[in-house]
């Protein structure tokens, strides 16, 4: 197309109208071709310059029309840049605005000989509204500009109407889905619900399978609290034995194996079970430690833990220590005197293992003996501060009923946990009126 001057808006409409029309273009594109257009060249013919109009066709190999719309005003302040028109366009270097439009090529008759397109022909240039027919011709012009405004705005109504249709269909869809996945959530989550409860029971069955059966004994209250690191896990390596022998005596066995979880449970009842065999067959208890370790270190190289070994007369409340390695068991008298059982020795798969001697205290009616594994004490990282803070908790709880006893001085403990362990805490008080 040659380029063709515009002289009024009526005519550049009428023109851009007619260009769409030859080339089949959407309606919907026409109208925010004609829109843009209009916006840039309103500035120029106020200021009573005329503009330019050219176009070229390209049919691209995918049956697309490629089509180039040139306007060439002079650079003029327009009310929107070529990028934020209705369609927006590029401006070249020489000032002009440039669309570069692609759209879908028309179907084709099915009778061959219908004629093609029509060229398209810009109308004759009018002024002031009139044309080659005077002022008929200038009415007829106006007339055709409103009444394909009129299309336009039917079309993009239209459009807007089909969005808005569409809008709703996705805001209906979208309800459907939210209440769907809402359904599922609670069926999850009630699912959720019934794994915690079922996971919870069989944690405390495997529990209630690895403690020891409770032990009733005249003259001795004993109660025991067990928390793993894992709040997930069933049981770790902080493991209690106790029964009673056949003099009468009750042995307790504190075992604290490396790790957490099943792995290090297993291990630890290796060492309860050993330690109960070697009990049982009579072993003095300051043979017992290194005894267990030669027993079990053939068939586990990798086994390693710390154990604390106290037997109690129930009638004379005569006390016998044996240490591996374990934190020393804690003596709070009826009187508010208190002090650590220190013994020195070496644990299952330490070098050598063994007890170095064997303690003897006595506990008096009143007297609690707390034994418990380092998950007590260091879960503020400093043993000493920890040990400290038992000794008051053990005065502060010592006259409680015996089975609450254990549980206050864990939460007393675990006030601040900044290194969470598995944490045993077994407590063993004597009684008054116990006959010789």
Same mark, same amino acid.
């Given at each position: 197309m040659t380029p063709h001057a515009c002289h009024s808006l009526p005519a550049l409409r009428q023109a851009l109208?007619? =260009?769409?029309?030859?080339? +089949?273009? @959407? =309606?919907?594109?026409?109208?925010? %071709?004609?829109?843009?257009?209009?916006l840039v060249a309103r500035p120029? /013919? +106020?200021?009573?310059?005329q503009v330019s109009l050219e176009a070229s066709r390209e049919d691209g190999p995918d049956d697309s029309v490629h089509l180039t719309i040139t306007l060439r005003p002079r650079l003029a302040a327009g009310p929107l840049r070529p990028a934020e028109l209705p369609l927006p366009a590029r401006t070249t270097p020489q000032g002009a605005v440039l669309w570069h439009l692609a759209f879908p090529? @028309?179907?084709?008759p099915d009778d061959p000989g219908t004629a093609p397109a029509p060229e398209f022909r810009p109308a004759a240039p009018h002024v002031n509204g009139s044309g080659p027919g005077g002022s008929a011709g200038g009415a007829d012009t106006l007339a055709a500009d409103e009444a394909a405004q009129e299309e336009e705005l039917q079309a993009v109504l239209a459009r807007l109407d089909q969005l808005t249709a569409e809008h709703q269909d996705l805001k209906h869809e979208l309800a459907e889905t939210n209440s769907g996945v809402l359904a599922l959530y609670v069926q999850l989550e009630e699912r959720d619900?019934?794994?915690?409860?079922a996971h919870g029971q069989i944690l405390r069955e495997i529990e209630d399978a690895l403690r020891p059966p409770p %032990? &009733? $004994?005249?003259?001795?209250? %004993?109660?025991? *609290? #067990?928390a793993p690191a894992d709040a997930h896990a069933p049981t770790g390596g902080d493991l209690y034995d106790w029964f009673l022998l056949p003099d009468g005596t009750v042995h307790i066995t504190i075992i604290d194996a490396l790790g957490h979880g099943i792995r290090s449970t297993r291990s630890a009842l290796n060492v309860t079970h050993a330690v109960r065999t070697l009990a049982l067959e009579g072993h003095p208890l300051s043979a017992i430690v290194e005894r267990t370790h030669d027993i079990l270190t053939p068939f586990d190289p990798d086994i390693v833990a710390t154990m604390l070994l106290a037997r109690i007369c129930p009638v004379s409340g005569e006390l016998r220590l044996a240490n591996g390695s374990h934190p020393p068991a804690l003596l709070s008298r009826a009187d508010g005197t208190s +002090? /650590?059982?220190e013994v020195r020795g070496r644990g299952v798969g330490y070098p050598l293992p063994g007890s170095e001697r064997v303690l003897k205290d006595r506990l008096d009616a009143g007297d609690l003996l707390?034994? #418990?594994?380092?998950? =007590?004490?260091?879960s503020r990282r400093d043993p000493l501060e920890g040990e400290a803070r038992l000794v008051k908790s053990a005065r502060r709880h010592q006259h409680r009923p015996i089975g609450e006893i254990p549980y206050a001085i864990a939460d007393?403990? *675990?006030? &601040? $946990?900044? *290194? @969470?362990?598995?944490?045993l805490a077994l407590v063993v008080r004597r009684r008054d009126g116990v006959a010789p």
């Open positions: 109208r007619r =260009l769409c029309a030859a080339h +089949r273009m @959407p =309606l919907e594109t026409r109208a925010r %071709l004609v829109l843009s257009a209009t120029e /013919f +106020r200021a009573g310059r090529a @028309p179907e084709q619900e019934q794994l915690r409860s %032990l &009733v $004994i005249d003259g001795l209250e %004993l109660a025991v *609290h #067990y +002090r /650590f059982l707390v034994l #418990y594994t380092d998950g =007590l004490t260091e007393d403990m *675990h006030t &601040v $946990i900044l *290194h @969470p362990d598995d944490t």
